[in-house]
């Protein structure tokens, strides 16, 4: 059986022809979740369309399947009467491994047990829906439904115009009202939270569960966010100890059952929570889904639904389940949809498909997504569509709509050219917008606008969101600051590599040198003939690509884009085509088309100022942003002081100082203030001056001293932290305290042949007694010395201020996240 589309989408199809549809595919494809490190999968514009007579009969019969569901948990897991009957496969149901005795006789807070289940259904020749599987214990496929129709309605912007769809965040909004209202306790607001494993090895999975927690307006957790005391279960706060405010009322459970409670439940690969089985016995805490969901994915169980259905309904199951896969005999033929040729033929082909829908609980009971993904489901490649659920011309409006619901109404199946998504909302995942047609019986009763019964929820930062938002501010200082190193570094090293003096050829070297130095990817230039252009190109094509190289560029972006990725629901959604094309163009870097390294290195500079402004114009001012510019002030000063040691470092001729120092003004973009504070050529004791005592440059030590103070200041402390403020005073002291004049004249080190001129400052100026000891260089790395020069006490002292920086980054991690994660899993502190 063929379906035929409405009129409207097939002549926009015809419209597009076939190349502008494959653009459209190939389009959506680079766009669908682009910034999680995934297979692109193969996306086919052409939608599933179910007009509202089929959409009514599909969702009734979902909405009774899991009413059935419901019923038979609360029956498994309490009474346990249907054991007892004839009709239920007792044997199969008392061996499966997901019946979890521990679980009976939890309560539920609400009319319903199942929060959420997600069946894949078809439908066959005759016209009859099959279920070929329920998702019971961990559903799936609401971030997907999103993010397919974001994509689509962007790369077909006329083909979304074309038809009046259902559309999807009206449903989420009803749902993030049902869920707040059965939560709430005491007069106040519950607090709801979405556990996930974040599996890197599954990325989509993570993409899926983060796009669910955005649209529930709930916050990402792990299991060691979360712990239980006196049968409750509290967030663990960054800094300061839970309190009974921090408790949580709901969790989400995306992961197993299984892995939650390893006193319960046996040893977890995750460790699991402790005592969260008995937090929810004792009614603390309600788990949506709730212990040993997965039981009701038992195939036997599934086959004796029709019978089940009849004996606990008294209803005739609408929705029976595929007797085999579809396909296998006559009975079962599939229906075909239109489709695109996966051949790769210009005209329209039909396919068969299997559909994933969400159903999701509501105040009234249970409502499913009016969309979601299809799967084709032939032996050709695997194609992803977006479903669509048409609006009946004859639907009335919500009572007092008027005309906002009307305009709502007719951009609801469009993009537009300023970017509105077939929702009619900017972005797919953001604030949601007003209910339309579609979103009947929302309207608040008093006609206000506003829901009175709504109670503010205090928002929720855990220890593992406040690591990740720290080490977010550090990779994405060092990806930028390492970017603007290796630019500065290649393009002077393309100007000084044509030139024969020696002034040239010490300057190419240190600044190569530099580049290891500050990046400590040892042995690397140190080891290298900086005259040989074969070997210094293919060091800095290493650090461009090797993503497993600790300190390369491509490691740094790599766990830029991993600590982002954890923070889906707190970042706006403008970073992720950011994220993607700065991953292109690392990707582009790698190849072999002889791509000029500087044009990618000046993508990557430029996708790091655009994420800094989509962050800094999108985050809330509040605990999350603190630690994100504490982490972003202590990496750009521990790399401005590393840069400047290895540069400044050594005394040597006038003409190689002043080719270094005017690099490092590049570097550094200070260039433009210097020549308006100085008026001079470009010296290396007056670029220090600036770049260490300059307040007014965003990029001067003195800079982010002042905002490292002032932001230390904001963050919360139950008691005085010394450890906090006593590396930070005395960097400051310290600094403070610095003579450009004083810490560039040459030590006196026995055996040292220096190049200075002998204009240059000859004396020797020891660092202060309380200076320790410079931190050693790898045993595999040749000193700075070797380099020629000089040495100056700049290199005890930068030694010694990095030091008390490395002092203040252990404090903080020590103090507002877990021991485990003072080092992040996914990166290592390398400057």
């Known amino acids: 059986m063929r379906i035929a589309a409405p009129g409207a989408p097939v002549d926009e199809l ?18 669908f979740a682009a910034d999680v490190s995934a297979p692109t999968p193969v996306i086919d514009p052409v939608p599933v369309v179910l007009d509202a007579e089929d959409w009514d009969t599909l969702s009734a019969g ?88 974001r994509v689509l309605s962007r790369c077909a912007p006329s083909l979304y115009r074309s038809t009046e769809l259902r559309r999807l965040h009206p449903f989420f909004d009803t749902v993030r009202t049902a869920l707040h209202r059965r939560t709430r306790t005491d007069g106040r607001a519950g607090r709801t939270v979405v556990l996930t494993a974040g599996d890197p090895d599954d990325p989509l999975r993570a993409f899926d569960q983060s796009w669910l927690a955005n649209l529930l307006g709930s916050p990402v957790v792990s299991v060691g966010d979360l712990q239980t005391g006196s049968g409750s279960l509290t967030l663990r706060l960054p800094g300061v100890d839970s309190d009974p405010g921090d408790t949580v009322d709901a969790l989400v459970r995306l992961l197993p059952s299984a892995q939650l409670d390893p006193l319960d439940l046996g040893p977890t690969p995750y460790g699991g929570v402790t005592g969260l089985v008995e937090a929810a016995r004792c009614g603390d805490v309600e788990m949506l889904n709730p212990f040993g969901a997965g039981l009701l994915e038992n195939p036997a169980l599934r086959a004796a639904l029709p019978d089940l259905c009849r004996q606990i309904l008294h209803e005739d199951l609408q929705l029976r389940p595929a007797a085999r896969p579809t396909g296998e005999s006559p009975g079962a033929e599939p229906s075909r949809w239109l489709s695109s040729d996966p051949a790769g033929g210009d005209e329209l082909v039909e396919r068969p498909a299997r559909l994933r829908l ?5 105040e009234d009971g249970y409502e499913v997504l009016p969309g979601g993904v299809a799967h084709t489901d032939d032996e050709a490649p695997e194609a992803l569509k977006d479903i ?44 949601p917008g007003r209910a339309d047609a579609s979103d009947t019986g929302s309207a608040p009763a008093n006609g206000s606008g506003v829901d009175l019964g709504v109670l503010t929820a205090y928002p929720a930062m855990t220890r593992s969101i406040g690591s990740d938002l720290f080490w977010f501010g550090r990779y994405l200082e060092r990806v930028d600051s390492t970017a603007r190193l290796l630019r500065t570094v290649l393009d002077t090293s393309n100007d000084l590599g044509s030139e024969r003096s020696a002034s040239a050829g010490t300057a190419q070297a240190v600044l190569l040198g530099a580049v290891t130095d500050v990046t400590t990817t040892y042995p690397g230039f140190l080891d290298l003939d900086p005259q040989d252009p074969e070997s210094v190109r293919s060091e800095i094509s290493s650090l461009l690509t090797d993503s497993g190289r600790p300190g390369s560029l491509a490691q740094s972006y790599a766990s830029l884009a991993h600590t982002t990725r954890t923070l889906r629901d707190l970042i706006s959604d403008d970073v992720w085509p950011v994220i993607a094309r700065m991953r292109g163009s690392f990707h582009l870097l790698a190849g072999s088309d002889n791509r000029p390294l500087e044009q990618g290195l000046t993508e990557i500079v430029d996708g790091c100022l655009t994420l800094s402004g989509a962050v800094a114009d999108s985050m809330p001012r509040n605990l999350g942003w603190d630690l994100t510019e504490v982490g972003r002030k202590l990496e ?42 100085f008026h001079a050529a470009v010296q290396p004791e007056l670029l220090l001056e600036l770049l260490l005592h300059d307040t007014t440059l965003p990029r001067s030590i003195a800079f982010q001293l002042d905002r490292l103070n002032s932001t230390l200041d904001r963050l919360p402390e139950v008691t005085p932290s010394p450890e906090l403020r006593a590396p930070l005073t005395a960097l400051r002291s310290r600094i403070g305290s610095w003579q450009p004049q004083e810490l560039l004249r040459p030590a006196s080190t026995p055996g040292t042949v220096s190049d200075s001129p002998s204009g240059s400052p000859s004396g020797s100026v020891p660092g202060p007694p309380s200076a320790p000891t410079p931190t050693p260089a790898p045993p595999s790395a040749p000193t700075p010395a070797a380099r020629g020069g000089a040495p100056t006490s700049m290199l005890e002292e930068a030694d010694a201020a990095i030091g008390s920086l490395r002092e203040l980054a252990t404090a903080l991690e020590n103090r507002f996240f877990r021991p485990s994660e003072s080092t992040s899993r996914w990166g290592i502190d390398d400057v």
Request: glycine share 12%.
């Open 358 to 362: 969400l159903v999701i609980a509501s």
């Open 636 to 677: 750009r000063t521990m790399g401005l002081l590393s840069l400047l040691r290895a540069t400044l470092g050594h005394r040597r001729t006038r003409a190689a100082e002043a080719r270094i120092a005017g690099a490092v003004a590049l570097i550094t973009e200070s260039g433009a203030s210097y020549r308006r504070t």
């Open 14 to 31: 015809a419209a597009l022809g076939p190349r502008g549809r494959r653009l459209a595919a190939t389009s959506a494809a680079s766009m």
């Open 388 to 431: 669509w659920v048409t609006v009946p011309e004859t639907f009335a409006l919500p009572e007092g709509a008027g005309e906002g619901s009307s305009t709502e109404r007719s951009s609801a199946g469009g993009s537009s050219a300023g970017g509105s998504s077939a929702d009619g909302t900017p972005h797919e995942g953001s604030a």
């Open 62 to 149: 979902l909405i009774q399947r899991v009413r059935l569901l419901d019923a038979l948990y609360a029956d498994l897991y309490g009474p346990r009467t249907v054991l007892g009957t004839d009709v239920a496969p007792a044997a199969e149901l008392l061996q499966d491994p997901a019946y979890l005795r521990s679980a009976i006789g939890i309560p539920s807070r609400g009319a319903t047990h199942l929060f959420a289940v997600t069946s894949t259904v078809a439908r066959q020749a005759d016209g009859s829906w099959v279920v070929l599987e329920d998702s019971v214990d961990v559903p799936d496929g609401a971030g997907f439904a999103l993010e397919l129709r």
